[in-house]
């Protein structure tokens, strides 16, 4: 289950399909090469976790996408992800500093093949993004807290896909937030990396809103 939990969520993730698609167990047998059980049972969580929405009787299809629950769903990044990030570096250690270093690293050399717009450069973008945000509050000592933050995060990337390949948020401004980010978390200088998070959580729900909805 886990192979094709992952392998699925990061094509939900990745943009591979669209709001609304149908998941049909025997395409996506065909697909990843993986048996009918496994992947129903990996339709099973990733519908737990509201990537997918299961139908009766008619299967399962990918959620669709709304501006108030995006809102929403940015609003509960904001709760959550700073507090999440003050204690992660109120328990700093070296171990730590160099996850979010590597993670930094891994997520600025896909920054460089992002400008490019495809497709298999922003899957590479959004995992090492993801992976970037989630080293920064993983030391925060709460596995609960981690995983309300990892499902929320995993949520909000559903609507950033289309808007990043086509040049929405910036590139270049998405990547200046992340430096300073990292920097300010290495130093351990909590207030400012709070403020950085926040500031940049806003910065890209704004972009992604104005582009989306033209609010």
């Known amino acids: 289950m ?3 939990y992952e392998t699925i969520r990061e094509d939900l993730l990745g943009g591979l399909y669209e709001p609304g698609d149908r998941l049909g ?3 996506l047998r065909d697909r990843y090469g993986i048996g009918a059980s496994p992947i129903r049972e990996a339709l099973s969580r990733l519908a737990e976790s509201g990537l997918i929405v299961a139908l009766p009787n008619r299967g399962y299809r990918v959620a669709t996408v709304s501006r108030e629950e995006y809102r929403d769903l940015v609003d509960m990044r904001l709760t959550l992800e700073p507090g999440a990030l003050a204690r992660s570096i109120g328990n700093a250690d070296l171990d730590w500093e160099a996850r979010v ?7 600025a050399s ?3 093949q992002l400008v490019d717009g495809a497709a298999a450069a922003y899957r590479d973008w959004a995992r090492e993004d993801r992976g970037f945000h989630l080293a920064l509050i993983s030391n925060c000592g709460s596995d609960w807290l981690l995983r309300f933050c990892r499902s929320i995060y995993d949520q909000t990337a559903r609507y950033h896909r289309d808007r990043i390949l ?3 948020p910036p590139v270049r401004k998405t990547e200046r937030e ?3 980010l990292m920097e300010a978390a290495i130093a351990r200088d909590a207030d400012t990396a709070c403020d950085l998070l926040r500031g940049h ?12 909805w033209n609010s």
């Open 2 to 4: 886990g192979l094709a």
């Open 110 to 112: 896909t920054h460089r």
């Open 101 to 107: 270093a590597a993670a930094y690293q891994r997520l």
């Open 201 to 212: 959580i806003e910065s890209v729900a704004r972009r992604i809103e104005s582009a989306t």
């Open 25 to 27: 167990i025997g395409e």
């Open 166 to 168: 086509t040049g929405v």
């Open 178 to 180: 992340h430096n300073a």
